[in-house]
């Protein structure tokens, strides 16, 4: 699975984005989605994760209540919409598949997209 991440760019504070992740082949309904984000000199953190069949979804703190978290598995494609936004959201953001239960760890992602830059401004 090749996961090809867009979207991200330079917002101000309070603005709004949307992260899209496409899969190619066409198993993208058979795994559970993430996103993760990594800011200068921090880990990778989840951010939100998604079920395969949409049922569940999983927000960090941190971004409950302004980030949210869909898939569309006839295009193959999970999308983060990102309200609301703050200067602490600045980080690259990556998508990530994984066959075993929810993504909400690294060690559970089997695949990683290529990262999308965001930028908050205040």
């Known amino acids: 699975v090749q996961l090809q991440a867009s979207g991200g760019g330079l917002v101000q504070a309070g603005g709004s984005l949307r992260l899209s992740c496409t899969a190619s082949?066409?198993?993208?309904?058979?795994?559970?989605m993430g996103w993760f984000r990594q800011a200068p000199g921090n880990e990778h953190e989840i951010v939100a994760a998604?079920?395969?069949?949409?049922?569940?979804?999983y927000y960090a703190d941190s971004v409950k209540g302004r980030f949210a978290i869909s898939r569309d598995n006839a295009k193959n494609t999970v999308f983060l919409q990102m309200n609301s936004l703050k200067p602490e959201d600045t980080a690259v953001y990556y998508c990530?598949?994984?066959?075993?239960?929810?993504?909400?760890?690294?060690?559970?992602?089997?695949?990683w997209g290529q990262g999308t830059l965001v930028t908050v401004s205040s």
């Open positions: 998604i079920s395969r069949s949409d049922d569940r979804q």
């Open positions: 082949g066409r198993t993208f309904r058979l795994y559970s």
């Open positions: 990530a598949a994984g066959r075993t239960g929810m993504v909400l760890t690294t060690a559970v992602a089997d695949y």
